[in-house]
């Protein structure tokens, strides 16, 4: 059976990290296909084929913030130079361990982000993730 989000995108240039928030979306009862990559060049390049429909299109990002290279602001700056059809029903969710949420929230009004939440991901975490951003994919019972 399909879970209500079918398909999340991690980047993050930490390997245990990705290790990490991979095993607990796998864990969690919502969330169904995960793909780490290390890098925003990486993540452009899957998103580019996922639009051009060579990849499946993922309904949510966790994008780290600090990274070596294309850091997540940079990343966001590329993705919005894009057709929009590479990011369009994409929720992105700023995943960080910044020690200033508050400059990160406002900065975030510069970006079509959803959300922005501290590493690492937890059950508790990703239930308010889909309770927030996703709760209408929720099958409905009779």
Excluded: Q
């Excluded at 949420?101 to 970006?111: A, D, F, G, H, L």
């Amino acid at each position: 059976m399909t879970k209500p989000v079918e398909f999340v995108l991690l980047i993050d240039d930490d390997s245990a990290t990705n290790f990490f928030n991979g095993m607990m979306l796998e864990r969690h009862n919502c969330f169904d296909n995960v793909l780490a990559v290390k890098s925003g060049e990486e993540a452009l390049s899957y998103l580019i084929s996922a639009a051009e429909g060579s990849s499946l299109k993922p309904d949510l990002i966790f994008l780290d913030i600090n990274m070596p290279g294309m850091n997540g602001w940079e990343f966001l700056d590329a993705l919005s130079r894009l057709d929009s059809k590479v990011s369009e029903g994409i929720k992105i969710i700023l995943l960080s361990t910044s020690a200033h949420p508050e400059e990160v929230r406002k900065s975030m009004s510069n970006y079509e982000v959803a959300d922005y939440i501290n590493k690492p991901l937890s059950m508790k975490l990703l239930d308010s993730v889909f309770e927030v951003h996703f709760k209408e994919r929720m099958p409905s019972t009779p």
